[in-house]
């Protein structure tokens, strides 16, 4: 099994087990599943530089990127820095991540948030309603063209935004609707992860206008967001060169500061 498989096998567990904890109905009534959701696409459009920064513990990747950050502070530091929105990884195992990360990121700031997960069923994505968060990852690899077509509806019927991620032309092929707003070209290959930012600017010319295009992974300097740029891309998802640091809303001010310069 390669570590996409792993992660799935685990999800498959781990999402029937808090079915039966939380069912969906208790989901519902949470306080903040009826807030008014804040539009990531509409950030980006907006920004000069389109930051998505990531709240990010550790990663099959690179193992413990920075355990000693805590989420409150690390979206307050990132709303102060100016990005358009934040990521929060709510996988456990594999990343170190929690909902009480979300939870948390939601009330330390006014950012949209994108709940950055392993989508295998639609009881997650009421969970990320249910939790604070304004967006949804989908990834194209591990789900059917019906899936996404369905979890995608969901998701927009709820006022929450779809961010699609994709690897590849065939990827993004079976991930056109109309309820998909943003397009996210993952750099890292989740089989092997080999990062080359040449993934992004290959399917930038196969991505419709109608779809803002975000670069995912292995950003790490300003040069590569100007070209990335170039290709149409309006988002940047970042963690780890944020969170390695010992102050990452500082990291990314800085960042900011020298893009926009
Ligand atoms: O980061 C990993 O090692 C990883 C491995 C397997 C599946 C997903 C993985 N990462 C999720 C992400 O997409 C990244 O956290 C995100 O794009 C930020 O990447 P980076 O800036 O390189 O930390």
């Given at each position: 099994m390669n570590i996409l498989e792993k992660i799935i096998a685990d999800k498959e567990i781990e999402v029937k087990l808090r079915k039966k904890l939380i069912p969906i109905e208790q989901l519902e009534e949470?306080?903040?599943?009826?807030r008014e959701t804040i539009s990531l696409s509409n950030k980006l459009k907006n920004s000069p530089s389109g930051i998505i920064a990531e709240h990010k513990r550790?990663?099959?990747?690179?193992?413990?990127?920075?355990?000693?950050?805590?989420v409150f502070d690390v979206a307050k530091g990132y709303e102060k820095a100016g990005v358009c929105g934040m990521s929060v990884l709510?996988?456990?195992?594999?990343?170190?991540?929690?909902?009480d990360d979300l939870l948390i990121a939601r009330a330390s700031c006014k950012l949209p948030l994108l709940r950055k997960e392993f989508i295998i069923d639609p009881y997650q994505i009421v969970e990320a309603r249910a939790q604070g968060a304004d967006v949804i990852l989908l990834i194209a690899a591990i789900l059917s063209k019906d899936e996404i077509k369905y979890y995608s509806e969901l998701a927009q019927s709820l006022n929450l935004e779809v961010l699609l991620e994709v690897h590849n032309e065939k990827d993004l092929k079976k991930s056109l609707f109309d309820s998909i707003t943003m397009i996210g070209v993952n750099n890292?290959?989740?089989?092997?992860f080999e990062v080359s930012l040449e993934t992004s600017k290959e399917l930038s010319s196969i991505i419709p206008d109608d779809f803002i295009k975000v670069s995912e992974s292995g950003i790490s300097n300003v040069e590569s967001i100007k070209e990335l740029q170039q290709y149409g891309f309006k988002g940047f998802l970042i963690g780890e060169n944020f969170m390695k640091t010992s102050n990452a809303g500082e990291s990314a001010k800085e960042f900011i500061e020298k893009l926009e310069k």
């Open positions: 949470s306080v903040l599943f009826d550790r990663s099959p990747s690179k193992s413990v990127i920075n355990q000693d950050l805590n709510t996988d456990g195992k594999y990343f170190g991540g929690s909902l890292r290959n989740l089989k092997t």
